[in-house]
């Protein structure tokens, strides 16, 4: 299965629209017909049968685990074509993902998602308190502090992830 690495920057109008049809056929969520949700991402990883089918995104980002900087992957709309679904390319894209963030500098690996494939390819929950900037359609909306239901962290490189600390995103959710 061939997936194709695409940097944000170098994104054609043609795959910019396709990866916004999809996400518009796959979430109940609008996406403000953008090709993703809030923020533009930093790598798309994307799997075409004629069209794109398969979508992730990647960011680059530091965040903050208590007082000690992070710099994290996120895992970002994710998105397979309901009508090829069950035909293991999210599981592919996401083995990419897991490779190009631990190519990358980044200490972990995040996504906010609750699908058994993210568990099942090394991610675990976890519950820390959380402080992120909420956003809603591309406006900045307010500073939240909640804890997190559905964060996971896949530790890269031999890092520790520590549950008790504050993770504060720096930013909005991706």
């Known amino acids: 299965m061939d997936i194709e690495r695409i940097p944000e920057w170098a994104l054609t109008e043609a795959d910019d629209r396709q990866i916004a049809d999809l996400l ?13 949700f809030d ?4 790598l798309r990883l994307v799997y075409r049968q004629g069209r794109i089918v398969g979508h992730m995104a990647l960011q680059f980002r530091a965040m903050r685990l208590d007082e000690r900087s992070v710099t994290i992957a996120g895992l970002a709309d ?3 074509d309901p009508d090829f ?10 083995q990419v ?4 963030a631990s190519a990358s ?7 906010f998602g609750t699908a058994g494939l993210y568990h099942a390819a090394g991610f675990r929950r ?9 956003m809603r359609g591309s406006i900045t909306r307010e500073v939240r502090r909640t804890p997190s239901s559905d964060l996971m962290v896949l530790p890269l490189r031999g890092a520790i992830w520590d549950e008790a600390a504050t993770l504060d995103l720096l930013g909005n959710v991706f």
């Open 24 to 36: 518009a056929r796959c979430f109940k969520t609008d996406f403000g017909g953008r090709s993703y």
């Open 39 to 42: 923020n533009r991402q930093h």
């Open 78 to 80: 994710v998105a397979t």
């Open 85 to 94: 679904r069950g035909q293991g390319i999210a599981g592919h894209l996401l």
């Open 97 to 100: 993902a897991i490779a190009e």
């Open 105 to 111: 500098l980044a200490e972990f690996f995040l996504l």
């Open 126 to 134: 976890v519950r820390n308190p959380t402080i992120w900037v909420e």
